[in-house]
């Protein structure tokens, strides 16, 4: 029996890496190449060892698709390309592939200038990298294997969206698998008044992203909200990053949500009139200010610089909109940490407020359970979650769903089994003979036809017999068969004239006695004639079958004559 082999290399039982190796038909196929943000060293890369030791990995990938521009996604492919070694094609939408080399390059800087990290890749790596990508559009035929998704829309992009396709494996995230989140709505009230609260108490506000998803969606609710309340209260990005990342939008605005896409000739939504281009020295500028800063995890950059120098003063305040790996300073403050260690040797007290309210691009746990039950899978995948998170989910999809769910560790294959399908193109002429006797009652009449084979093995057509044969150019050949009916001497004319009313009666076959004669055609195929005194020939041929099977149940059921022995 056929089946589909995965292994994860990243985001197996972990979140962030996401590097996942699916086999299927004879080709190995890789989605997404991502990093993980808590290392800084190799291991914030897939491990590549479990496909080979040493050598290109072109012989073991014949391609990688990436789902999108997150670096949990994306961030891995200079360091597979150009330092572990993969010439073969790397596929992604335009925007994704627009935007990619401008996170990578953006992310090279910041471990270079506060790291001098020595694994990092180099902007000509990132150069040469993206040349191998090719781009594709959007609803192409593609497999199903989602990178993050959310089934609740945004301001800036609509909803996750799925048709029911029924695949044979959904390989799914599960970042929130044990998390049901309060209505946008209501988050989006309390994200509000606690900006409010505290920048009226003459607070700062740091809030954490990364440059692209979150940091546009809260800067257009922001922006509302400071438009109607009437504030002056300056509003922060990062310069640069975040600047780009809104002209990026502007020019992908076709690929956001259907109300921007409506409202953009009037008025472009990303035209932020409170939102400011951020720098350094703004950070010690006393006074209330709301910062957006870069990265989302505050594992490094500027949003690490701008904590460390606000972390002490009680009238500030820390939001975090997003998931944060282990190991990370936002992790540790969602947990509670409130003195930190820093990698200098020195620890930081931390006084302000710390706020966790998830805007996250992930599907919580109601969100994962809807994908699952709208795309109907034979088997489920999960990745990109923690252990115990995957468990719960696992066992709450084959409870309400009864779907086996799987969830492997990195390095791990799983195989699942598939059920063999053939595809056999259908001729529509053969559509069109078949529909138009549709209502009528089964009969081997209405419906045959020739399985077409193309003998290359490459198609299999189910087509009309003439069709075969002007394909084929061939002749046709026939091949008549004659019965012959034994009956009661005498009443053959009569029983010819009852057979021909009781046919016509069935309001499917033409029949008529033969000028001279007393021989009933039908359909100008069968032929009915009186061979004897006691004997009725049929002469039909091969594709007449069901005519002929009705035309002897009326002859056992005449009451007037019986068939002899």
Known sequence: ?????????????????????????GKNVMLDCGMHMGFNDERRFP????????????????????SHFHLDHCGALPYMTEMVGYNGPIYMTIPTKAIVPV????????????????????SNMIKDCMNKVKTISLHEELMVCNGDFNMTPDR?????????????????ESTYATTIRDSKRARERDFLKKVHDCINNGGKVLIPVFA?????????????????????????VSKGMAEKAVDYYKLFVTWTSEKIKKTFVKRNMFDFKHVLPFEDSFADTPGPMVVFATPGMLHSGQSLKIFKKWA???????????????GTVGSKLIAGVRKLDLENGATLEVKLSVEYMSFSAHADSKGIVQLIRNCDPRHVLFVHGEDSKMEFLKQKVERMLSI????????????????????????????KDSLSNFNHPVDPDIFQASLFVDKNLKSIELLRSDEVLKRMEWEPHQVEFI???????????????????EMYETGRFRSQFKSGTNDLIIDNEVILSVYSEKELRVVFQRGKIGMVTKIMKILKDCTTLSLSP
């Open 312 to 326: 002490t003063n009680e009238k500030n305040m820390v939001i975090m909109p997003g998931y944060c790996v282990q």
């Open 212 to 236: 692209l998803g979150r940091a546009q969606e809260l800067c257009i609710l922001l922006e509302s909200y400071w438009e109607r309340m009437n504030l002056s209260i300056p509003i922060y």
């Open 156 to 172: 800036h992009l609509g909803p996750a969206e799925i048709d029911r396709c029924r695949p044979d494996v959904l390989i799914s």
């Open 103 to 122: 996170l990578l390059e953006d992310f090279r800087k910041v471990q270079v200038k506060y790291r001098n990290d020595p694994f990092i890749f180099t």
């Open 404 to 431: 086996p769910v799987l969830k492997p560790r990195n390095g791990q294959n799983v195989a699942v089994n598939t059920i063999p399908s053939i595809v056999i193109e259908t001729s529509p002429q053969l559509l």
């Open 483 to 501: 019965l012959d009916v034994g009956v009661c001497e005498g009443g053959l004319n009569c029983l010819l004239e009852q057979i021909q009313q």
């Open 1 to 25: 029996m056929p089946e589909i082999k995965i292994v994860p290399l990243g985001a197996g039982q972990e979140v962030g890496r996401s590097c996942i190796l699916v086999t299927i038909g």
């Open 47 to 66: 491990d590549f060892s479990y496909i080979t030791q040493k050598g290109k990995l072109d012989d073991f990938i014949d391609c990688v698709i990436i």
